[in-house]
């Protein structure tokens, strides 16, 4: 079946630190890539998202990610964090060729601290 | 744009009762939209997918007789927990997959059950 690991389940960094949150999808075929974002009391809200080409996509709010085929990874990076930023955030992966739907990851919870 | 609402987005109810939630896209026109349960500390878990027109395509271990899902038109879709139980305490979103985006899902708030 498919999966979709997230290797951080909570993360605390301090304002200005550099973030990357890991993510890794099982499939070997086409896939989209998606990392959404929760801040409290608040809906998933898309941050990215990966189709085809260039492998290094940026987001909003300063996020970029880079796909990895080789690696199977989808890695979610910031180079310098806000207190603002402190949400949950999860990798999703939509598998083509028949699954046709969307699987996510068990999520990271980051927070920052002033 | 691509703005998704659910209601109510909290609800209490007694064991033994159904409940509705609605699940709209208000500004665009979904033909697939899908319903989620979110656990305390763990992923999203989908449910099932609800294409309009047609029945919802459930997903492994989630009963279609108690998760009643119908989706009539372009922009409604309703989930019906039927004879609700405490263990169906849970937050439950919908999604809806805007038509030419790869994909891409447009999330609703979410719905808090609490059955006592």
């Known amino acids: 079946a498919q999966s979709v690991s997230q290797h951080n389940h909570h993360v605390i960094l301090s304002e200005a630190a550099s973030l990357e949150l890991g993510c890794n999808y099982s499939?070997?075929?086409?896939?989209?890539l998606f990392w959404y974002v929760q801040y409290p009391g608040q809906h998933l809200q898309l941050l990215l998202k990966y189709f085809s080409g260039d492998p290094l996509v940026k987001g909003i709010k300063g996020f970029e990610a880079e796909f990895i085929k080789s690696k199977f990874s989808f890695n979610l990076r910031k180079p310098s964090v806000q207190w603002s930023d402190t949400a949950e955030y999860f990798c999703?992966?939509?598998?083509?060729?028949?699954?046709?739907?969307?699987?996510f990851g068990t999520g990271t919870k980051l927070q920052v601290i002033p | 744009g691509a703005v998704v609402s659910q209601h109510p987005s909290r609800v209490i109810c007694k064991s033994g009762t159904s409940v509705k939630i609605e699940c709209r896209s208000l500004?665009?026109?979904?033909?697939?939209m899908f319903w989620y349960r979110q656990f305390p500390k763990k992923s999203l878990m989908l449910m099932a997918t609800s294409n309009e027109g047609s029945k919802a395509t459930y997903e492994q271990g989630v009963e279609k007789d108690k998760f009643l899902i119908n989706h009539a038109s372009l922009t409604l879709s309703t989930l019906t927990v039927t004879s609700a139980h405490p263990e169906d305490s849970s937050f439950y979103i919908c999604?809806?997959?805007?038509?030419?985006?790869?994909?891409?899902?447009?999330f609703g708030p979410g719905t808090r059950l609490t059955v006592l």
């Open positions: 999703a992966v939509y598998y083509s060729g028949g699954y046709q739907k969307v699987t």
């Open positions: 500004d665009f026109q979904a033909t697939t």
């Open positions: 999604s809806a997959r805007l038509a030419g985006t790869y994909n891409e899902q447009f």
């Open positions: 499939y070997g075929g086409t896939v989209n």
